[in-house]
Each structure stands twice: as C-alpha cells, then as structure tokens.
C-alpha cells in the first residue's frame, strides 16, 4: 500500500460525525485516535529511511581496509596511510604480523579478518604481499591490493622470486643470517629501502627494524587468492628492494590494476595519499562489480 493511501486511511479512521443518539466525541478522544492511526505510516516511513541509509551505504563501496606490513618493518609505517582512509570513513586494521613464517602471518592476519564486521579490502607491502596472496583466499576479502609487493603464483615463495634478478638490478643489502633472521645493513637501510623517506625518519626505521624469519622468506603460497579475486598494484618506480620490472611482471600476471608511482620501496610512508589513493580506488571498485 502507498504511503498516501495510508495516510489517507489512517486519517479516515476515526468518523467526524457520531450516529444519531450518540454523544460527539470529545477532542481529546478523537486526538488519540488520530495519533494512533499514524503510528503504523510513521513506521513505515521510518523503515523505509534506514533501507534508504543501508542503500546508500553499500553504494559508497567497501568500508573495512586491512593493512599488512612486510619484512625489516612493523605496522607503525601505515601511521599516513591510516589517518587518510579514517577520515574518509574506513574502517582500518593494522596486522601486527611477526614475519617469522608465512603460516604464521597469515594465520594472524586471518585472526584480524575474522574481527570484522563485512567484507574487506586486503592491502600487503612488499613480502606482505606474500601474505595477502595467502590470505586473501578468506571469503571475506573481496579485494587485493598490492603496494610494491610480491604477488607469487602457486608454489612461489619470496625466495624463489628474487633469485634470478634482472642484469643490472640492485640488490638489496641484506645481511647473513642470525640466528634464522634476517637484517639489512643499517648504514645502506636509507638508500635501499626509503630513499624518498625523512633522513631521521630513514635512520629510525633503519635502527628499528623487525628481524625477517627464513622461513618466512621461503614460505610457498598454495593457492594464489589473486586468481580468483580482483587486485589493484601500485608499482613505486624508484624502488631499490623490489625492481620495477618484476613488479610490472608480477601485476600483469595476476591481472591487476596498476598505478605507478616514482617513489621508494617505503612509497607507503613517504607517500600515504597515493597509496589511500589505490586503496579507495580498490574499494569502490569491487563495490561496484558486486552491485
């Protein structure tokens, strides 16, 4: 029934006129049932409006986004990045994941998606992309997105992606293993892994990093999510860990949607709006194609 008809019913109602005989009604009487009357638009009306709200909330795209660092790094770095999608209205999430192995970071950045509410925007920098390739077979992630990151296919470990580097590609200062872990030289951090970073800022990180487990490096993806989901890559175009070459394979490999960007492997530090950039843009994206 129409809101009018209702309305109109509602209104109806209650007669204006009493049979002969009876006495009138008084105001107050006749107040009441108008108002009850109206009780089942104003419902309806109300109703309608948090369909309207629901409508108009899926329409704007995904709103959770989870972040997940790579190796030599924490959280932390995603500080830039956080603040610009929470003030567009995301919900945010930073896997604090150990890099000792690759079972382990997924399985904690599984535990972070199992919290929740709706599905999700994937995001890995660098051996995080490992990760999300991993994890982002959870059916509650809807996208990828790639931020100058390993995207292997089945069987591909971070390992086995960097052992034959293009002729004339930098290697990246890592150091002997201690202990099972992973460092690279502090006094080469700056050049290598945040060129375009703050030198203070470069020298903390340097002096700061998260050792990187071996068996994370060798950790086997067995089922790529980006076969079967959609992805987004930013390729940092001055990035001295990862070349931009094999970043530009790896894109094209798994399909995805590719930004570049001239910026250092730290591009998601030193620059945060084009990174929450890619990421809206992911997130609109899938929205639409699930519409």
């Known amino acids: 029934m129409q809101l009018s008809t ?32 109206l009780v089942p638009v104003m419902a309806l009306v109300l109703g309608q409006g948090e ?26 770095g995603w500080r830039g990045v956080y603040d610009l999608l929470k003030k567009d209205g995301y919900n945010v999430s930073i896997v604090q994941n150990p890099t000792t192995s690759l079972t382990e970071d997924v399985a904690v950045t599984k535990r972070t998606l199992a919290a929740l509410n709706g599905p999700a925007i994937l995001v890995g920098h660098s051996y995080g992309g490992v990760v ?8 509650r992630v809807t996208g990828l997105v ?29 150091l002997p293993p201690q202990d099972g872990f992973l460092f690279l030289d502090r006094a080469k951090f700056a050049a290598s892994f945040a060129a375009d970073v703050t030198r203070t800022e470069a020298a903390f990180m340097a002096d700061s990093q ?17 076969k079967t989901k959609p992805s987004w890559y930013l390729v940092a175009t001055d990035d001295k ?4 070459d094999a970043q530009r394979a790896m894109s094209k490999r798994a399909g995805a ?35």
């Open 6 to 37: 209702m309305f109109t019913s509602a209104c109806s109602a209650q007669p204006i006129h009493q049979k002969e005989g009876m006495k009138q009604m008084s105001k107050a009487a006749y107040a009441r049932g108008m108002l009850l009357g």
């Open 51 to 76: 369909v309207f709200m629901s409508q108009a909330s899926a329409v704007e795209g995904i709103k959770n986004v989870v972040l997940v660092h790579g190796g030599f790094v924490d959280g932390s």
């Open 132 to 139: 999300i390739t991993e994890a982002g077979n959870d059916p």
């Open 146 to 174: 790639y931020i100058t990151a390993f995207a292997p296919d089945k069987g591909e470990s971070v390992s086995s992606l960097i052992q034959n580097p293009p002729p004339g590609a930098p290697v990246p200062p890592i």
């Open 210 to 226: 998260v050792p990187w487990g071996l068996d994370a490096l060798n950790g086997a993806v067995s089922q790529p999510a980006w």
């Open 241 to 244: 860990m990862i070349p931009p």
């Open 257 to 291: 949607t590719v930004v570049e960007v001239k910026g250092s492997h730290a591009v998601y530090v030193s620059q945060p709006q084009a990174v929450a950039s890619i990421i809206q843009q992911a997130a609109k994206g899938v929205a639409a194609v699930t519409r």
